[in-house]
C-alpha cells in the first residue's frame, strides 16, 4: 500500500524519456512478428553471459514453464514465446516445455501442483491473496535480491515478492485499472470523456440510447469487477483506501462508510444499465470481444489489454481507435482525478524443488535482463513494465501507449493491492464469488459486506 510515495516511485524511473517528446504510456508498439522469428540481440555483458549454458554442452536439460499465458502469438504470451526461443538457441542443450491455462484454470491447477510437485518456472501474484499461502507452503525458490541491482525494478516493485525479506520472485507489471474506449465512436457521436461518475452515469444513458452497451464488463469471472470496485474505492477514500482495506480485512469488518459508499456506487452503475445484459455471467474473452467488435463503447480492463493496440486480429477502425481514460472523481470523495488503482501484479517463481533449480533461476534471471522481457513487453505494447522502459521509448509508440504513460506520470497516488487480493484466500474466493450478486441486486449491500467480512476470520 503504497499511497503517493509509490506513485512517484513509480513514475519517476519511466518520465524521463517521455519529456523528450514521446509523452508515453506502456502498451502495445510495432512488432507482431512471427512467434517462431527471434528478435534482434542487444545482448548486455551479463545476457552474454546467461547465454553460456549452465550445463555442459552434452548435458541435455528440460525445464517446464507453468503459465498463465495461452494466447502464445498476441501480447505477454507472445513476448514470453520469444524469450523463449531465443534462450533455446543460444543453449542447444536446452529445451523448454511450456503448460500455458488461462488465468482461473491455472489457479485451479496451480493448487494441484503445489500439493503434488512444482514444475520449474511458474507464474505467480505478487499479492497476499495468491502469495502468503504458496510460501507459507514452501514451494518457490529464494532469490538472490543482489543478483537484480541493475535490472532497473521500480523501488517498491519487490515487495510483494517477499516474506521476511527474503525474495520469492519477480515481477512483471505495473498494472493500470483503466476504461478502455472508442474514439472514433465518441467523435462521431459527440460524446465526452467523463469527469466525474455522474457524468459518466450520464454518458452511459446516451449511449444506451444509441443501441450500444455503454461498458463491456467482465463479471463472470469476479475479479475484474473486484478490481473495479477497486477502482471507486480509490475515488471515494483517496490514499486513504490501502488502510481502510488493510483494517477492514485484519478485524473482519468492513462497514467503514467509504467502503459501503463505493459498493453502493457500483450498484447504482449496474441498476443504470452500464454493462451489457448477462455481465455477470459472461467471461473474459466473451466481454473483450464486446468491445473490440463495436458492440460497447468502452471496455473496463486493466493496463495489460493495451495490446489490442496492435493486435491484427482487430479490424483497424477499432484497434487504431482506442484510448483510454481512468475512473471518474466521485462527487465529495477524497480521491482527485490522477490518484489511481495500480499495483504490481503477476510475475515468475522458480520450484524450490526443481530437479534443474540452477538452471531454471538462470532462464528467469535471463528473461529479466533489462534488454528482453521489458524491452519486448514495451515493442510489443503488452503493458507496462515493473522495470524501467525508458531507454527503449522510440516516439514510435501507439497513441494509447503515450496516453498510458501519461496516466502514470501524472499520478499523485497509486492505490496498491486490489481490494480482492489484500486478504487470505478465503477472502479472494468469497468477494469474487459474492460481488455478482451484490452487483445485479440480488444481494443487499450490507450481506455482501457481511460475508466478506466473515471470510477474514
Do not use: H
Not at 497476499?128 to 517498491?156: C, H, K, M
Amino acid at each position: 500500500m503504497k499511497k503517493k510515495m509509490l506513485a512517484t516511485l513509480l513514475t519517476a524511473a519511466m518520465t524521463a524519456s517521455v519529456l523528450t517528446g514521446c509523452g508515453g504510456s506502456a502498451q502495445e508498439s510495432a512488432s507482431n512478428a512471427a512467434n517462431d522469428e527471434a528478435p534482434a540481440k542487444t545482448q548486455t555483458a551479463d545476457a552474454e553471459e546467461n547465454e553460456t549454458p549452465a550445463e555442459s554442452a552434452d548435458e541435455a536439460v528440460t525445464l517446464k514453464l507453468f503459465s498463465n499465458l495461452p494466447d502464445r502469438k498476441n501480447g505477454q504470451g507472445l513476448v514470453e514465446q520469444m524469450i523463449i526461443d531465443e534462450y533455446m538457441a543460444a543453449n542447444p542443450n536446452v529445451s523448454i516445455e511450456v503448460e500455458a491455462l488461462d488465468e482461473e484454470a491455472y489457479k485451479t491447477k496451480f493448487k494441484a501442483y503445489a500439493m503434488d510437485g512444482m514444475p520449474d518456472l511458474v507464474s505467480i501474484w505478487g499479492q497476499p491473496s495468491f502469495l502468503d499461502e504458496v510460501l507459507d507452503a514452501g514451494v518457490l525458490a529464494e532469490l538472490n535480491e543482489d543478483d537484480y541491482a541493475e535490472y532497473g525494478f521500480i523501488p517498491g516493485s519487490l515487495d510483494g515478492f517477499k516474506k521476511d525479506e527474503k525474495l520469492y520472485g519477480l515481477p512483471r507489471n505495473t498494472d493500470i485499472m483503466l476504461f478502455y474506449y472508442n474514439q472514433k465512436m465518441f467523435d462521431d457521436n459527440g460524446w465526452k470523456v467523463p469527469a466525474t461518475t455522474d457524468e459518466l452515469l450520464s454518458l452511459c444513458g446516451d449511449i444506451q440510447a444509441a443501441g450500444i452497451t455503454p461498458v463491456a464488463m467482465d463479471g463472470g469471472d469476479g475479479w475484474p469487477m473486484a478490481c473495479f470496485l477497486t477502482d471507486i474505492m480509490v475515488k471515494v477514500a483517496g490514499i486513504e483506501y490501502a488502510d481502510i482495506v488493510s483494517n477492514a480485512v485484519a478485524t473482519g469488518d468492513f462497514t467503514a462508510p467509504e467502503i459501503k459508499q463505493a459498493t453502493q456506487i457500483l450498484v447504482n452503475f449496474a441498476d443504470a444499465g452500464m454493462f451489457q445484459v448477462g455481465y455477470d455471467s459472461q467471461d473474459y474473452g466473451t466481454t473483450m470481444n464486446l468491445f473490440t467488435n463495436g458492440q460497447a463503447a468502452m471496455y473496463c480492463m486493466g493496463s495489460w489489454d493495451a495490446s489490442m493496440a496492435l493486435n491484427e486480429d482487430i479490424a483497424p477502425e477499432i484497434r487504431d481507435n482506442i484510448r483510454a481514460f481512468t475512473m471518474p472523481v466521485v462527487d465529495g470523495g477524497k480521491g482527485g482525478a490522477n490518484d489511481i488503482a495500480a499495483w504490481n501484479g503477476g510475475g515468475y517463481a522458480v520450484s524450490a524443488n526443481s530437479a534443474v533449480k540452477d538452471e531454471a533461476i538462470k532462464f528467469l534471471n535471463y528473461m529479466y535482463q533489462p534488454d528482453k522481457l521489458s524491452k519486448y513487453g514495451w515493442e510489443n505494447g503488452v503493458g507496462m513494465s515493473a522495470q524501467d522502459q525508458t531507454a527503449y521509448l522510440t516516439g514510435n509508440e501507439t497513441e494509447l501507449q503515450k496516453q498510458i504513460m501519461e496516466i502514470l506520470k501524472n499520478a499523485t497516488s497509486v492505490s496498491g493491492t486490489p481490494i480482492n487480493d489484500c486478504g487470505p484466500s478465503a477472502f479472494k474466493t468469497a468477494i469474487e464469488s459474492e460481488i455478482q450478486g451484490v452487483s445485479n441486486g440480488s444481494t443487499p449491500v450490507e450481506d455482501f459486506l457481511a460475508a466478506i467480512g466473515a471470510a477474514c476470520k
